[in-house]
């Protein structure tokens, strides 16, 4: 997993970085807030950021408010990384759209469990958003079937959204998991088979 650090104090930055590479995350690192809220914008973003509280240029709060107004499926984790210990001040990080919060100098056995915990929410998100695209393929699939199909008054034929004619049957089995099964309705056989028996 990758995550991205923002700490304009070197010492700070090295010991984050030393800690979450031995620990077998890829890291990201930005010194100033600018460059991290740069990165956050691309497309291979990292899904989860480590920001300090006060940094050159931007600091970690302007960038959690600016992900939120993202519209996004999938957010990015924020962590914010401070010498604040005030409550206030933890429940002003939280509004602007910090995540978790972890006052300076940190422990690494609780940077990791917060870590742990940023991860496991960020798979819960990305299995809901799966989930979400799954149903709505689904109700395509649902209004699909009970829209108006042009069909053939003489062959029963079904013409699709791309204006080629085919079989309901070839037709339904492609838009959705209904599969067939043969069989003789009494009307059908009156008309049909029992004549062709009398032949006989």
């Given at each position: 997993m990758k995550i991205l650090i923002a700490e304009?104090?070197?010492t700070s930055r090295r010991r984050l970085e030393a800690v979450l590479t031995k620990w077998g995350y890829e890291v990201v690192s930005c010194s100033n807030g600018k460059q991290a809220w740069e990165r956050l914008q691309n497309a291979n973003t990292p899904k989860l950021a480590i920001l300090d509280w006060v940094m050159p240029e931007m600091g970690g709060i302007e960038v959690c408010r600016r992900l939120r107004e993202l519209?996004?499926?999938?957010p990015v984790y924020v962590l914010l990384l401070t010498v604040r210990k005030e409550k206030e001040n933890i429940i002003c990080g939280l509004e602007a759209g910090a995540d978790d919060y972890i006052t300076k100098p940190f422990e690494p056995d609780e940077l990791q469990a917060?870590?742990?915990v940023g991860c496991r929410v960020l798979q819960l998100q990305e299995k809901l958003v799966n989930h979400i695209k799954d149903l709505q393929d689904s109700l395509q699939h649902i209004k699909t079937l009970q829209g108006i199909l042009?069909?053939?008054s003489y062959c029963k034929n079904i013409r699709d959204d791309k204006n080629y004619w085919e079989e309901v049957e070839e037709y339904v089995i492609k838009h959705s998991n209904v599969d067939f099964t043969h069989s003789i309705c009494p009307k059908c056989y009156e008309k049909h088979v029992k004549p062709e028996i009398e032949k006989f």
């Open positions: 304009d104090d070197l519209d996004t499926q999938n917060r870590i742990r042009p069909i053939c």
